[in-house]
């Protein structure tokens, strides 16, 4: 097996491979980026709810990383505030739907290109791509082909953040087989999903769902009614809503496409309502996005009733402005869990292209498309879909949510179960935080999945 020379012990050279391949194939993320130095993250989000998940997961990852940091990739204002500069505008890839995409193939065709050498050429330890999972399973395949066909060395570590919603749709677990190809981790974000992704040689955490981080931060506790009517940093009225006023929180999305389809029936919407309520005033919150907020701010003039913009970038003024509503009107989103966790009563609505209507009515397998009712398999939250998200409805569903409050209970009932699933059992978090260190670290779904990362040792 060796052969002796003069002056030393000289193994062959594909033994020496091997047992060299062995040797980095026991080393975690931390050891192999100990050699440089420095661990390198590149890091993509494509859409503003994956914007505020990488902030804080790239915010961990400095908390908890012994060595210095260096990220790249592409990412919103939230990730830009903790060291990414992003390659281009993460709005470039915030597009949702089949139908909805097809005029801007060639752009991600390109943007794709551009992410997959900006790879490559930073060398990064490890590639974080969150939600959007569109793009992100492209880049994370190509990427990975890239590196097999030019046989490029130490080839990095690919996580995903947010499993795909295989759940939703009919055949949707038997496409999560190929995933291992070029997803090496998935961090799931609801009960049930690592199960199952682990059933189907997916190797996969359930760190929580990303909510929870606000609740870590704020102390999220509902009253009857709003005790103080009053946001400060808010220009209208000299910073106050008259005591008597009717407040609907009005989320009508993060991405342009759906702010273009959504804001005008919720507009029609509030006009109809301001019958009823004649004192009503709305607060639009307006997502971290340069088009959606030029988009909001150009509507404002045709608004039919007193509004209040609603900036992102502060999760305590959203939370205020949540918190001196009566009610809530959304888009489908993430969201529906944020107003569930600040006990606010709310209604979601939701319209797409109407091929892509179709093609979700053909293909999803459960009768609710918001998370709340999801989860606990009731409809907690009443939903105005498709053809039924019109302004009519959308009145008169608000009307009798303003005013039920057997209606209002059920909602503030229901958030208190709904919470109990979004994070990890007390057990498996007590294993999670001993196996990977985080005895002197509260837990938050952040942390446990940075601490994944850097512990992470790949098979």
Known sequence: MFQISKTKLCFPLSTFTKRYSSFQATQSVIDKAAIDGELRVFIVSGEVSGDNIGSRLMSSLKKLSPLPLRFHGVGGSLMCKQGLTSLFPMEDLAVMGMWELLPHLYKFRVKLKETIDAAVKFKPHVVVTVD????????????????????????????????????????????????????????????????????????????????????????????????????????????????????????????????????????????????????????????????VDHYIGKSLSEWPVPAILVPSGSTQLKYDAFGVSHAALCTSGTVAVELQLARLPSLVAYRAHFLTELLIRYKAKIPYISLPNILLDSPIIPEALFQACNPSNLTSILERLLLDEKMRERQVVGAEKLIQHLHPSESRMGNSIHCTGLESHRYTPSILAASTILSYVKR
């Open 132 to 291: 959007s999972k569109g793009f992100s399973f492209r880049l994370l395949k190509e990427l990975r082909a890239r590196y097999n066909q030019q046989r490029l060395e130490n080839c990095p570590v690919h996580f995903h953040y947010v499993a795909p919603s295989f759940w939703a749709w009919k055949g949707g677990e038997s496409r999560l087989g190929g995933l291992s190809e070029f997803v090496d981790h998935l961090f799931c974000i609801l009960p049930n999903e690592e199960r199952v992704c682990r059933e189907h040689g997916v190797e996969a955490t359930f760190v929580g769902h990303p909510v929870l981080e606000d609740a870590s931060e704020f102390n999220l506790v509902r009253t009857c009614k709003p005790p103080e009517l009053k946001l400060e940093g808010l220009s209208f009225s000299e910073h106050s809503i008259p005591s008597d006023s009717t407040v609907i929180s009005v989320l009508p999305g993060s991405r342009l496409q759906e702010v273009e389809r959504m804001l005008p029936i919720f507009s029609k919407a509030m006009k109809l309502l301001k019958d009823p309520f004649p004192k009503l005033v709305t607060l639009i919150h307006v997502a971290s996005n340069n088009q």
